[in-house]
């Protein structure tokens, strides 16, 4: 009797699983980690479903210390909760060189997919070859590389015209921005290439290889800086004293520095004519007799 219990137990529940697969949304597939560039991309391929809305879907990630100090727990990508993309940017959640664990899961409506989970760790994954330029100043070799993370180091080979077999190596931390070689002979052609690895051994092809001549020696690197600072320190006070000696100049003292020079006499003009017409009228009444007094003597 108690086995016969116990097997339409165990059939309900094989039933109940078979029917719940059946009408459940299918789970994203194909599932891969795209890196480039130390860029962590997630991308999946869409399930095939018989959705009459949109698929949204959903990111979570898990670290070591979510696995081994909370109890296995998840977390929510901030980025990545109900979209309709089928990639997630992960690249700022996978900051560490720790295993990680990814899942996806689809939703249609109120219908949601079984998730699918990856591992992964950036130490696996092959670093891309480094951005590098190459200068001189003077008989100094600069080489400057894009930055990448701090757990990077990138390894700069550098050697004289065809000596490439004696090369020597120089390693820069990611924090340092410019690799200077100093004392360099002149007029001889240096070449440099350049690679990234990681703590982890793996490690990035190299770059073509960049070669320039050097000039000759050249004044300090700090000297062209340090004169333009001065030269602009120095026009700036010589402004602000002259400002402040129109502003406090007493009257009684600038006129001795600005004085108004007088106009030249072959400048000026001769504006001193007078006229008197009562004058010129008794002059010319003396000469000719006035009509205007016998007409008036002649009516008395």
């Not at 100090?69 to 959640?93: R, Y």
């Not at 921005?177 to 051994?201: D, H, I, M, P, T």
């Not at 490690?203 to 290889?209: A, F, K, M, V």
């Not at 106009?263 to 205007?292: A, M, V, W």
Request: charge should be negative.
């Amino acid at each position: 009797m108690m086995a016969r219990g116990t097997r339409k137990l165990l059939m309900m529940v094989i039933l109940l699983e078979f029917t719940t697969d059946i009408w459940m949304l299918p789970a994203p597939g194909g599932v891969f980690m795209d890196s480039m560039d130390m860029r962590h991309v997630l991308r999946w391929t869409q399930p095939k479903s018989s959705c009459n809305t949109v698929v949204v879907y959903a990111v979570q990630y898990q670290g070591e210390f979510e696995f081994l100090v909370k109890n296995g727990s998840w977390i929510n990508a901030p980025e990545c909760q109900k979209i309709p993309l089928t990639m997630c940017d992960l690249t700022f959640e996978l900051g560490s060189d720790s295993d990680y664990s990814l899942r996806v899961r689809a939703q249609c409506g109120s219908e949601l997919s079984a998730w699918t989970t990856f591992p992964f760790n950036r130490n696996n994954m092959t670093p891309p070859v480094p951005e590098i330029k190459v200068m001189t100043a003077g008989d100094v070799l600069l080489v400057s590389v894009r930055k990448f993370p701090l757990t990077s180091i990138t390894r700069v080979m550098m050697w004289k015209g065809d000596e490439e077999q004696q090369a020597k190596a120089h390693l820069m931390p990611a924090d340092q921005e410019v690799l200077q070689v100093a004392a360099l002979q002149e007029g001889a052609v240096y070449c440099v290439k350049a690679q990234v690895f990681l703590n982890s051994g793996m490690q990035s092809g190299y770059t073509d290889s960049h070669c320039v001549s050097i000039t000759g020696p050249g004044a300090p690197a700090w000297k062209e800086p340090t004169t333009v600072t001065l030269t602009v320190i120095i026009m700036l006070g010589l402004l602000i004293g002259l400002f402040w000696s129109i502003v406090h100049c007493r009257p009684g003292s600038c006129q001795k520095y600005f004085q108004k020079e007088p106009l030249p006499l072959s400048l000026k003009g001769n504006f001193d004519l007078q006229i008197n017409i009562n004058h010129q009228r008794e002059e010319y009444c003396e000469e000719t007799p006035c009509l205007l007094s016998s007409v008036r003597g002649e009516k008395t």
